[in-house]
Each structure stands twice: as structure tokens, then as C-alpha cells.
């Protein structure tokens, strides 16, 4: 039962960006699995491979870039292995994307109308009449007022809300499995944040899609997320439901990550900061990527990779301090 | 009870935007007014657009104001006196990457304000003020002849912060100071605000539209919509009981970052988008995305009004 449930599957992904200064480990080692019906968050800084993790999944990598080694697989066919051809049919079909900038990604010289009839001509088999009329519905649905009007608009003639709620309509026009929502909210203000990741909530349960959001902002993860998974370094280090790694954070930089965020509970008290500056990804350490940043980091730690540890049956954490709080704990049990 | 550092009464700034044959007045700020005391620090926040920029950059007469005095130290700021009146107010830039000159060294980004007023009397004094700077916001003495390049995102904005620092100003205005950093970063950069206060006395006038950030930082939080100040408070006090609609709806909606506390929050969802600062509503400029609107909202303008504890609010049906 639990096969036909999960529609992807990415098995120990590693994407490379080949550059002029060296090879870049973006994206080193990542798993996860995706079910119906779930939203999967994808949290991290910038640069810690979350983006290209994405874009990895929908195989729209810059030509620099290349899959050096995992699988991706949809329905359990590994989509690395498809032709462009069938990808193609894969992009906006089975699987659609949202971009973090509403204001880039529409066609500036092309009225919102045809960029959204495009994509459903596209991938379904309505013709004529049934595309415009699917297209407005599709704007009704994400609550753009007076859509027949809207549809001859260009881009440029809506603010940027606007424009992101019709990349959601064009998104999910064609009814995806999934969707990749990378940063959506990230370029919008408060207020409008709030009316899209309502929308995208109530979209959600209406057509039962799974969502994977990438973000770096933990407020909108906490409100979003079934699982979360914590990306530094192009690493996982650590995954789980929401509730285990909000209140039973395991790895030390996910601790310090909750520790560095202002809250209302916390008004008069300092902020604890992770020290240090963010790694270089062009000379990954040897072990722990948040070694060098690390309070707790001991000599293991920089000498070795760690692996993912149960924690419990919702959470798995890689770091070397579970490793040792365990070893003790089974020390004093002896 | 710390002195007052800072007045700004009705406070105008407007913007000719050509359109054809007319000349529209784009009203960026309308008529602000606030006050900042020595070493304290006021946040401002509001949606893009709202004209919280602007009003930093007014304060520090980068635009020339429309209307309305800016008053420093009991002195009003003048065209005449500018000068002389920016070796006490500093500016901290939002972008650290293109508010900072690639093509200058750090020693020389930092020693700049120091040659334009003319700070030092020997090359050796001026390194040595320009060393110490960098030693107050944590970066190595040997990083004074890099280039800019070669720093890391908060590295580059406490660089920013050294420079606004060199002239020693008794109040700097953080225009989204912090908002293009990491969250680790950004909690660095943060906590050495609040050190720098501690240590210097400065006041800080906090612009940014993260929340969060903002309620940490300030003592006092000023709301602005549309070019106005639509309420005014001591933070604890706003961020518990707000009493402006625009600002209830603007808590409701700050996403937080406990998922317990996320699933049981009731969301004040606005509906629609911001009016365009072109075609500015008649009376209260929030009346067309507010629940409790009324024909009076239409008609006239709220005042700021005081309603008790030093919280003031804009508006006529709360």
C-alpha cells in the first residue's frame, strides 16, 4: 500500500556544479520520499543546495551542472533515465514548479492569458474554447477578481501577489502530482504571504497534490510542513516531522538555527547566533559540513561524515553528539 | 528619562511622476511626525512601498522634503547645516553588496567619512581610528586592505557599519540593515547592534519589515501604511494589544516559527492589495482593506491619537 502512496523518491542525489575555481558539491548525498497529499519543507541558508535539490528534481539545471550519482524515483520509474521527450511531457504535467521572483518569471511581451492557455494547450487535449475557459477558471481559483479581463493583461499590469497567484493557476492548471514551490513567498510582504500560503494550504487539501517547499524562512515552514527536511551544506542533517524538529531539535545546527530567531516570547533577551560565516562550498570540510561552525565540535566530527541516526521512528538527525550522548547513555545503563 | 535626540513634524515627501501632460504628486510620506530619545532605539515597519525608506532618507535629507522640519539636537536640519549635521547621524545600508565601493579597500571604505570631516591630523591616527572601527564590529586588523569582494554577506554589512560609525554619531538610521542576511548571520549582526548602543549611546531609527526582527531590536515600533504612521508603541505593548486594524492584521500574519502555535492561530487575512500611493484613498488611506470602515473613514483623515502608556493610534472606529 505504501508504494502507491509515494510518488518520489530521491536516493542518495548528488548534483555538481562544474566552475571555473572547481568542482561545487551542491547538492551531496540528499534522500527523501515524498507521499500524496503531504508538504514536504526544505529548509536551509542560502547556498546550503536546497534550490538545486529542486531544480534537480524537475531536471532544469543551469548547463554547468551535472547529477553525479542517486536516483529520482516518480511512481518508481527513475526519471534520470528518461529522455528530454518524456521529461518534457514530466515538467507542468505531472510535476510544476513556482519560482521565487513573481516578477521575473512571466514572459514580460506575452499577455498573462496566453502564457497560461500555453501551458494547458500544452499538456491536456482542450482545445479552443475549453483553454480559455479552463484558464479562467484556474484564475478564479486562486481568487484573481474579473478574470476574463485579467486574462488579456500583461504582467506588468499586476502587482506582485498578483503575479504570483497566477504562476500558482499556471502551475496547477494541468492538476500536478507535485509541486515545487522554491522560496514563493520569500520576494512578497507579510500580508500578501499570509493570502498565498492560505491559498496554497487551501489548494492543497481541494486537489490533494504533495507539495515541496523550499524556504529558509522557519516561520512559514512551522505553518506549512508535515515533515521538514534540514539542509546545510548540500547535507542532510536533519529530518523529521514537524513537531520533532521544532521541539526536539537533535542536531547542533538546528538547534542553533531555532536559537538564532527572535520571537515574541523572547523580546528582551539576546539572541544566541551561530558564530562564524557560512562555508565555502568549493572546499567542503572532510567531515561534518557545520563542523567549523559548530560549539559542540569534537575531533570526529572533523574527520568524518556522519551518518544519519534513528532518534525515533519521526526523526533522524546526522551528528556526531547523538552518536556520543547515546554511547553514554548506554554506558551508564550498563 | 533620556533627552530627546530627534524631531520630525509633519514630514512630507512627494515625488513628480510625469504622465503625459500631467504632473502627479506621488505622496511617498505624508505628513509623519515622531520623536527618537538619545541612545534609544525606534523601529519602522510597514509593507514595501509605504514609504518607510524614504522617510530614513528624508530624516537624513538624501531627498530635500517637501514640507515639514527635521529638528537634531534642537537644531533644525537645513541645507545649510547638513554638513556638518551628518558627522552626528549615519546611515547603515540595506544591500551590503552595492552600498559598498568594490573598487576601494576596506581601510579606505571606513577612513572616507573620516577625510570628508576632516576627523584626523596625522596617516598614522587614521589608520589607527580605522583599526579600531573594524575592532568594534569584530573584523581582523589584516582584512584593512582587502577588497570588498572578498567578504561574506555579514562580514560586508558590519563593514557598513564600521563606516557609519567612523564619524562616532549619536544616531544612525538601519535602513533593512539585516533583512539581506541568513538568519545565523543575522542574529550576529543583531546582538552587535544592541552592543554597539550599549557601548556608544547611539539611537538607532530601525527600518524593516520583518516583525520579528524589529520588536527584538526597538523599544518603540512606529507602523506605517501609505505614507502614514498608523500607530505608535512601546514594542511589548503593540506587539500584545494593537489596536489599528492594519497593524492586528499585520501580527496576525507574520508567520511563527512554532508549528503548535502556527496550526491554532486565527489570520486576519487582508483582502486585495496595496491602493497605489498615485490614487490615494480619501480620508484614512487603509479604509479600502479595513473591516471596520465607515462613511466617516471616507471623509476624514485620523490623527494620531494618544491612548494611554505612550500608545498612539490613527484611526477612527478603534
Redesign the interface.
Same mark, same amino acid.
Given at each position: 500500500m505504501a508504494d502507491e502512496q509515494r510518488l518520489l523518491s530521491v536516493q542518495h542525489l548528488c548534483t555538481s556544479f562544474f566552475t571555473d575555481n572547481g568542482e561545487v558539491h551542491a547538492v551531496n548525498d540528499v534522500s527523501f520520499d515524498l507521499d500524496k497529499g503531504k508538504i514536504l519543507g526544505i529548509v536551509g /541558508?542560502?547556498g546550503s543546495g536546497k534550490s538545486v535539490t529542486a531544480y534537480t528534481v524537475m531536471q532544469i539545471l543551469a548547463d554547468t551542472a551535472k547529477v553525479r550519482s542517486g536516483h529520482i524515483f516518480f511512481r518508481g520509474e527513475d526519471l534520470l533515465t528518461w529522455p528530454e521527450r518524456k521529461m518534457r511531457a514530466f515538467r507542468g504535467k505531472r510535476c510544476s514548479i513556482i519560482f521565487q521572483d513573481p516578477m521575473t518569471s512571466l514572459n514580460p511581451v506575452f499577455t498573462i492569458g496566453y502564457q497560461l492557455c500555453e501551458a494547458i494547450r500544452l499538456h491536456t487535449d482542450r482545445k479552443g474554447d475549453e483553454v480559455k475557459a479552463r484558464a479562467i477558471e484556474m484564475l478564479r481559483l486562486v481568487g484573481i477578481n474579473d478574470p476574463d479581463k485579467r486574462l488579456k493583461q500583461y504582467p506588468f499590469e499586476h502587482?506582485g501577489?498578483?503575479r504570483q497567484r497566477v504562476m500558482i493557476a499556471m502551475a496547477l492548471a494541468c492538476e500536478p502530482d507535485i509541486l515545487i514551490a522554491d522560496e514563493p513567498t520569500t520576494a512578497l510582504?507579510? $500580508?500578501?504571504?499570509?493570502?498565498i500560503? /492560505?491559498l496554497m494550504q487551501d489548494l492543497q487539501k481541494q486537489l490533494g497534490m504533495a507539495i515541496i517547499l523550499v524556504t529558509?524562512?522557519?516561520?512559514?515552514?512551522? /505553518?506549512m510542513c508535515d515533515e521538514i527536511i534540514v539542509l546545510y551544506g548540500g547535507r542532510v542533517c536533519e529530518r523529521g516531522t514537524?513537531?520533532e524538529i521544532?521541539?526536539n531539535p537533535c542536531h547542533e545546527y538546528t538547534k542553533?538555527?531555532?536559537?538564532? +530567531? *527572535?520571537?515574541?516570547s $523572547?523580546?528582551y533577551e539576546?539572541?544566541? *547566533? +551561530?558564530?562564524g $560565516? *557560512?562555508i565555502n562550498m568549493l572546499n567542503l570540510p572532510k567531515g561534518c559540513a557545520f563542523c567549523t561552525?559548530c560549539d559542540e565540535a569534537m575531533q570526529i566530527c572533523i574527520e568524518s561524515v556522519p551518518d544519519e541516526l534513528v532518534i525515533n521512528e519521526n526523526h533522524k538527525a546526522a551528528c556526531w553528539c547523538n552518536v556520543r550522548d547515546r554511547k553514554a547513555k548506554e554506558a551508564s545503563a550498563e | 528619562m533620556s533627552e530627546e535626540l530627534l524631531r520630525v513634524e509633519h514630514l512630507k515627501q512627494y515625488f513628480p511622476i510625469r504622465s503625459g501632460f500631467k504632473t502627479l504628486q506621488l505622496k511617498a510620506v505624508d505628513d509623519v511626525s515622531f520623536t527618537i530619545n538619545a541612545g534609544e532605539t525606534l523601529g519602522l515597519v510597514g509593507?514595501?512601498g509605504c514609504g518607510k525608506t524614504t522617510v530614513g532618507r528624508s530624516v537624513l535629507r538624501l531627498y530635500k522634503p517637501t514640507g515639514g522640519k527635521v529638528i537634531f539636537d534642537g537644531t533644525e536640519v537645513t541645507d545649510r547645516n547638513i554638513k556638518g549635521m551628518r558627522r552626528r547621524m549615519q546611515m547603515v545600508f540595506q544591500d551590503p553588496y552595492s552600498s559598498l565601493d568594490p573598487r576601494m579597500k576596506v581601510e579606505n571604505i571606513i577612513g572616507e567619512p573620516l577625510d570628508v570631516h576632516g576627523l584626523y591630523s596625522s596617516k598614522e591616527e587614521r589608520r589607527e581610528k580605522v583599526l579600531k572601527l573594524m575592532e568594534l564590529v569584530g573584523l581582523n586588523a589584516e582584512h584593512a586592505t582587502r577588497y570588498v569582494h572578498e567578504f561574506?554577506g555579514?562580514?560586508r554589512q558590519r563593514i557598513g557599519i564600521a563606516r557609519a560609525l567612523a564619524v562616532d554619531p549619536s544616531f544612525i538610521v538601519c535602513d533593512e540593515a539585516v533583512s539581506a542576511l %541568513?538568519?545565523?548571520?543575522?542574529?550576529?549582526v543583531?546582538?552587535m547592534f544592541?552592543d554597539l548602543q550599549k557601548q556608544l549611546g547611539v539611537a538607532y531609527l530601525f527600518i524593516a !519589515?520583518d516583525? #520579528?526582527?524589529v520588536? !527584538?531590536i526597538s523599544k518603540r515600533i512606529a507602523v506605517m501604511y501609505l505614507g502614514h504612521i498608523v500607530e505608535v508603541a512601546d514594542?511589548?505593548e503593540l506587539?500584545s494589544s494593537p489596536i489599528h486594524p492594519y497593524t492586528e492584521?499585520?501580527l496576525?500574519?507574520?508567520?511563527?516559527? %512554532?508549528?503548535?502555535t502556527? &496550526?491554532n492561530m486565527k &489570520?486576519i487575512? #487582508?483582502e486585495g %492589495?496595496?491602493p497605489s500611493p498615485l490614487k490615494m484613498p480619501s480620508g484614512c488611506p487603509f479604509r479600502t482593506r479595513c473591516r471596520y470602515c465607515t462613511e466617516r473613514c471616507a471623509a476624514e483623515t485620523p490623527e494620531l491619537t494618544d491612548r494611554g502608556n505612550g500608545h498612539f493610534c490613527a484611526c477612527w472606529e478603534k
Open positions: /541558508e542560502s502587482s501577489g498578483m510582504d507579510v $500580508t500578501i504571504q499570509a493570502q500560503l /492560505e529558509h524562512d522557519l516561520g512559514v515552514i512551522a /505553518e514537524a513537531d521544532f521541539y542553533g538555527l531555532l536559537r538564532s +530567531i *527572535p520571537s515574541v $523572547t523580546m539576546r539572541l544566541v *547566533p +551561530i558564530s $560565516t *557560512p561552525r | 509593507e514595501s561574506s555579514g562580514q %541568513d538568519v545565523s548571520i543575522q542574529a550576529q543583531i546582538n544592541e !519589515h516583525l #520579528l526582527v520588536q !527584538h514594542s511589548y506587539m492584521s499585520l496576525s500574519a507574520v508567520p511563527i516559527p %512554532d508549528p503548535k502556527a &496550526r &489570520r487575512v #487582508l %492589495d496595496v
